[in-house]
């Protein structure tokens, strides 16, 4: 190989690693199969459990977003929200 060439191996980029996406759909399989089960639903947890319920939820929400909106070539709008918890607030 030539001195500042690379060998073209490795994933691209922002491809999933092969074992965590193994791993999120066993969660997926065992979640789904949980619910099946009345006495463990999710739902029944959140009830008892509200405070650490909406903990986990609000880590599934994403903490940015930007979108680029076009239409027929042209730039419309640049939209970027940024979520921040400002615990000073409460």
Do not use: H
């Amino acid at each position: 190989m030539a001195i500042g060439k690379k060998s073209g191996g490795g994933s691209r980029k922002g491809s999933p690693n092969k074992l965590t996406k193994s791993v999120k759909e066993a969660f997926e399989i065992a979640f789904s199969e949980l619910q099946e089960d009345k006495e463990a639903k999710l739902t029944n947890w959140a009830k008892e459990n509200p405070t650490e319920f909406y903990k986990l939820a609000a880590k599934l929400i994403p903490t940015s977003v930007n979108a680029d909106l076009t239409t027929k070539g042209e730039q419309i709008k640049l939209w970027q929200l940024e979520f921040v918890n400002d615990k000073s607030k409460n």
